[in-house]
């Protein structure tokens, strides 16, 4: 994928979890992140979208952020439901299509 | 309330073909623009194909380009994904996703396995 997330991430109930994906001017830089979190066996759930909005639901515990050609979800208050992969995505202009990252596994220690 | 059910899911040889459906109720299907992801075994997400409400724009990933075509029928509001010359590559759960943001996809089905093995 042309967005590259670290593979994994960890913390203990109650810590704060943070997740990057890294793009370039043809995705990122160009376009807006949206975030989607996919319990194993399970549909994924579209947790952020342009960019830091969470759609009805979605705690604000979650959070966004975006600057240059990479993005950030932040998860604060960490629990044990918060268990899944997180996947970033955003359009790509050089490939004409959509891209999602590598994912990121959270794991609630 | 929104639902999206695929089905079509099944074993085919290599080569084979297979059309994905999905069924879309509780929302205004053809104001909608929607998109085809799929998730092989154990891997990430993989984003193959987005139709326009109207279904006159449609993108492809390259990975699927000139095999697999996507077509919708709003009068039923449904969603196809026709798979041509189909390889072991492309053993996966199939999901249909609508667009509720502008590429931000946020009901999806429960998904449709295919399998392509001799």
């Known amino acids: 994928s042309v967005l590259t997330q670290p593979p994994s991430a960890s913390g203990t109930p109650g810590q704060r979890v943070a997740i990057s994906c890294s793009g370039s001017?043809?995705?990122?830089?160009?376009?807006?992140v949206n975030w989607y979190q996919q319990v194993p066996g399970m549909a994924p759930k579209l947790l952020m979208h342009?960019?830091?909005e969470r759609p009805s639901g979605v705690p604000d515990r979650f959070s966004g952020s975006k600057s240059g050609t990479s993005a950030s979800l932040a998860i604060t208050g960490l629990q044990s439901d918060d268990e899944a992969d997180y996947y970033c995505a955003a359009w790509d202009d050089s490939l004409n299509g959509y891209v999602f990252g590598t994912g990121t596994k959270v794991t609630v220690l | 309330q929104v639902q999206l059910v695929e089905s079509g899911g099944d074993l085919v040889k290599p080569g084979g073909s297979l059309r994905l459906s999905c069924a879309a109720s509780?929302?205004?299907?053809?104001?909608?623009?929607m998109t085809w992801v799929r998730q092989a075994p154990g891997k990430g997400l993989e984003w193959l194909s987005y139709i326009s409400s109207s279904g006159t724009t449609i993108y492809y990933a390259d990975s699927v380009r000139g095999r697999f075509t996507v077509s919708r029928d709003n009068a039923r509001n449904s969603l196809y994904l026709q798979m041509n010359s189909l390889t072991a590559a492309d053993t996966a759960v199939y999901f249909c996703a609508r667009d509720g943001w502008g590429l931000a996809f946020d009901f999806w089905g429960h998904g449709t396995m295919v399998t392509v093995s001799s």
């Open positions: 509780g929302f205004t299907f053809n104001d909608y623009y």
């Open positions: 001017s043809s995705n990122i830089g160009s376009y807006t």
């Open positions: 342009t960019d830091k």
